[in-house]
């Protein structure tokens, strides 16, 4: 018998707690095969985000630290230096890397700290209930933005992948998105490529990952599958942004 | 054994290298930026990590990774900056991260003055930040005992996975005293089973509660409740000249240095004065007060630096009511006064009197 | 002929799955789990021809796919 598609063994076989079509469970998924594929499982240390990241600590079986809210970057730091060759990477959404957890976001970045960084954008706040994110889009209605995000008050949605690229130190900057199988098969490629570069290139690593949210935005898990690829990507476009010279493909 | 000649600052820094501290990250801050500038040259020759965080914020939680990662991690502030790092003394004492901080008091709320001050007592001992967490609160009051109460900290943060606050202001910062410096000491970042590194071969450690219920937050609460009873055979104090005394001044850290020359001054003078001088602000020497004779001993004189009184309401809770307690403070940044302290024990003396 | 193994305690019922399969072999469950999700149903498994798409939509490897010798 050939195994076509088996369960991740880094994976739990115990149903995870996100909800139906969510983002999360697609790329801790997809973070449990590159971990087997790259047979790190014994060497890597995820630093947990507040919110619903929160629960990707509980799918893995590897060691996890919950860090404070925005504050992984700093914990991972304090982690990655006292363990240099451990394997490390901030697991964060959209309120916790680019709200209250930017200035780490940036500085650990702009020192080029040897880890890797995953960042879920889902343009919504999921486990406080649908409240406006850093990464809402102009118009789109939240809890707190119940008529819309408006940029006159309250700015306009910030793109990661663009500021963390205009810094020196990080090795590889790149955005993906899970609505689609092709998509999905290049998020995982991402995120090989950004636990590589840090156990070869030992450098930083930024993968932003445009995810959907049915419960915060209120939709079934389709209408937010195409909320991500007809509203998300046009103003979060998918690519490298940076990566190691020499290795340009 | 070394002996130097160095300020507090160094000689906190220097005794927290050689009790093994590899990792450092802070702000800087007046009145203690000779901290971080002493690490940024030391942990290099040491084989440690210095890293000037991006803020007071990032530092603790920098240090949390590194004492989460079995490294003895150390962070310093001043009174805003602690502030700042509240949120983070909370997840170590919750998630059990071994870490020694260091407080330069600064006088008044706010941005505050600079020099010396004991504005954060009660911060320090009570509540320094959410969750009803408490920690061991050390108060030296000279450069040696600086650097000998660093050198425990490290070994008291380890033995309960919690965090050390060492309480200093900044005449203890700055002043240069000498100094016998503690040995080097060996550590081994594997020696805790508990600390992250991937898991090997064994189990996934979690390194939190991963059990978010009320029943698993409730049992935390117990166990810390329980550990805070273990600290009583951690209180330390200086009781100088109390046997006979019949006014007792209560004062810690660089006001007991000041007060030290008073109770020295009258008692030439022929008073029978002493000072209760608590080393460990929490847990706090309560019993110190509470075995004085209340048929001998007629005033307690509690002196801080800072207005209104703070340590003076755990002098109430020793004394109980059975002896007459009064303050002397200065605050904003002004030093007790030697000359200010002595007419206010003749002022007292005056109204026993009457 | 592949082995469709569907963890139905897994499943959520978000039937991306179902959206994914070109060859119509899964359909929406009407049977709810321990959670009480619909999960979904091999309705036409001699029709799958291991393409994988639905393992890899699955947001919660809940679709295990192995190729049976012929």
């Known amino acids: 018998m050939k195994t076509l598609y088996e369960h991740p063994k880094s994976l739990f076989t115990q149903a995870n707690r996100f909800c139906p079509g969510c983002s999360h469970a697609t790329v801790t998924k997809l973070i449990g095969e590159v971990i087997d594929e790259l047979g790190i499982e014994s060497k890597i240390i995820n630093v947990l985000a507040i919110g619903c990241a929160g629960l990707h600590g509980e799918c893995l079986n590897v060691d996890v630290f919950p860090a404070l809210h925005g504050r992984a970057p700093a914990a991972a730091t304090g982690i990655k230096r006292v363990r240099p060759d451990s394997i490390v990477y901030a697991y964060q959404g959209d309120g916790d890397l680019a709200s209250i957890g930017l200035c780490e976001t940036i500085h650990t970045a702009n020192r080029g700290e040897r880890f890797t960084t995953i960042f879920i954008n889902n343009a919504i706040y999921g486990m406080t209930g649908g409240q406006m994110a850093p990464t809402t889009l102009i118009g789109q209605k939240s809890t707190t933005s119940p008529n819309g995000r408006d940029a006159e008050t309250a700015g306009s949605p910030l793109k990661m992948c663009e500021l963390i690229s205009q810094l020196d130190a990080p090795q590889y900057v790149a955005r993906f998105a899970v609505n689609n199988v092709p998509n999905i098969l290049k998020t995982k490629a991402g995120i090989k490529k950004a636990f590589e570069i840090q156990m070869y290139n030992n450098g930083y690593a930024f993968v932003e990952i445009l995810s959907a949210c049915p419960t915060g935005l209120g939709m079934s898990p389709s209408a937010a599958i195409n909320f991500v690829e007809q509203k998300m990507m046009p103003v979060y476009p998918l690519g490298v942004f940076k990566e190691p010279k020499g290795d340009e493909k | ?354 | 002929m592949v082995n469709i193994v569907i963890h139905q305690e897994k499943c959520k019922g978000c039937l991306f799955c179902v959206s994914a399969c070109k060859k119509g072999v899964l359909i929406p469950g009407t049977s709810p789990n321990k959670k009480g999700y619909h999960y979904i149903k091999a309705e036409k498994p001699e029709n799958c021809i291991g393409c994988k798409m639905c393992s890899i939509i699955c947001p919660d490897a809940a679709i295990e796919l192995f190729k049976e010798d012929d």
């Open chain 2, 1 to 354: 054994m070394d002996r130097a000649l160095m300020k507090g600052c160094e000689a906190i820094a220097e005794s927290a290298v050689r009790a093994g501290c590899r990792f450092y990250s802070g702000y800087p801050i007046t009145p203690q930026n000779e901290i971080p500038e002493y690490f940024a040259r030391r942990m290099p020759q040491v084989g440690g990590i210095f890293i000037q965080g991006e803020s007071e914020i990032a530092s603790a939680n920098m240090v949390i990774g590194a004492g989460m990662a079995g490294a003895r991690a150390m962070t310093s502030s001043s009174g805003p900056g602690i502030s700042l790092k509240s949120e983070a003394l909370s997840s170590m004492a919750a998630v059990g991260v071994p870490a020694v901080i260091c407080n330069a008091m600064r006088g008044g709320p706010g941005t505050g003055s600079i020099t010396h001050a004991q504005s954060d007592y009660l911060q320090a001992t009570k509540a320094s930040g959410h969750g009803g967490f408490q920690m061991i609160v050390l108060a030296p009051s000279t450069v040696q005992e600086a650097a000998d109460l660093t050198y425990m900290a490290f070994d008291l943060a380890d033995r309960d996975r919690n965090p050390v606050l060492l309480l200093i202001d900044g005449l203890i910062a700055a002043v240069t005293e000498p100094v016998n410096l503690p040995d080097f000491r060996e550590v081994d970042i594997n020696a805790k089973e508990w600390a992250v590194r991937g898991r090997g071969n064994g189990p996934r450690k979690l390194c939190s509660h991963g059990d978010p219920s009320e029943a698993a937050i409730e049992r935390q609460n117990l166990r810390m409740a329980a550990m805070i009873d273990t600290w009583q055979k951690d209180i330390m104090v200086e009781k100088y000249l109390v046997e006979d005394a019949e006014t007792i001044i209560a004062a810690y850290g660089t006001s007991a240095r000041i007060c030290h020359g008073v109770v020295d001054e009258l008692r030439a003078r022929g008073q029978k004065i002493g000072m209760i001088r608590p080393i460990t602000v929490n847990p706090f020497p309560y019993e110190a007060f509470e075995s004085l004779n209340h048929d001998l001993v007629r005033h307690i004189l509690v002196v801080e630096m800072t207005v209104p009184a703070q340590m003076v309401y755990d002098v109430k809770l020793g004394v109980c009511g059975r002896i007459p307690i009064s303050t002397y403070g200065r605050s904003g940044g002004m030093l007790v006064k030697h000359q200010e302290i002595i007419e206010k024990v003749e002022q007292l003396n005056r109204e026993v009197a009457e």
